[in-house]
């Protein structure tokens, strides 16, 4: 995972998750529970759904540039009462939740057991737009990410040389079509994305700044 000079490897990146995992764990995450994941793009946001699924838990991706009151529907139908985010996002969101502050150390955890979990465990928790009413939840289950993901690599030829630049909404479920498909083939995902939307002049230019070779 890269994001400017910040960049984590892959076995940064499972160390770090383990340790937010058992912090999750001594914080009362058992399996299946909906944890929130409230944070920028960056690399605390992989390590957090890393984090969450070594926990058991089932990620729910908030995006704050989202109206305040799809989120509060959100953390309140999902029944979250974990919310991994950073200290000045804290605040307005999920209240009445343990909110676990990710630009600090995770607090507790040592001597706390992972678990094992089968294939048909939920992974994460995406809501539809709620065009024809209010948002539906949709559950994602870890064995159909996994062969989405591996049926993308053969699709695609990814490998390990590959630089995916995240682009998508953290609370829409492509997010995961950018982050998974490119740990499994052993390549980096690049964090340094836009805000917002800029000429097609300024993308290409981005992409052969960054050396992207998929996105």
Not at 34 to 56: E, H, N, Q, T
Not at 83 to 108: F, K, N, W
Not at 162 to 186: N, T
Request: aromatic share 6%; net charge negative.
């Amino acid at each position: 995972v890269l994001q400017g000079g910040v960049q984590l490897s892959y076995a940064e990146l499972d160390a770090d998750a383990e340790r937010w995992a058992r912090c999750l764990r001594a914080h009362g995450v058992s399996e299946g529970m909906a944890v929130g994941v409230y944070l920028p793009r960056s690399p605390s946001l992989g390590v957090a759904l890393l984090g969450i699924w070594k926990a058991g838990g089932c990620a729910v991706l908030l995006d704050g540039q989202y109206p305040q009151a799809r989120l509060e529907y959100v953390v309140s139908d999902s029944g979250m009462r974990h919310v991994l985010t950073q200290s000045e996002m804290a605040v307005g969101i999920a209240r009445g939740c343990v909110r676990l502050c990710m630009d600090g150390e995770p607090d507790g955890g040592e001597g706390q057991v992972l678990p094992q979990l089968s294939g048909q465990a939920a992974a994460c928790l995406f809501y539809t737009s709620g065009s024809t009413g209010e948002p539906k939840g949709v559950v994602m289950r870890h064995a159909g990410l996994v062969n989405y993901a591996l049926a993308m690599i053969e699709e695609l030829g990814l490998c390990g040389d590959e630089r995916m630049l995240q682009l998508a909404s953290v609370g829409f479920d492509v997010v995961l079509e950018e982050l998974l498909p490119i740990w499994l083939s052993g390549g980096t995902v690049v964090l340094d994305a836009p805000a917002g939307l800029v000429e097609v002049e300024e993308l290409h230019g981005l992409l052969a700044r960054l050396r992207i070779s998929c996105f």
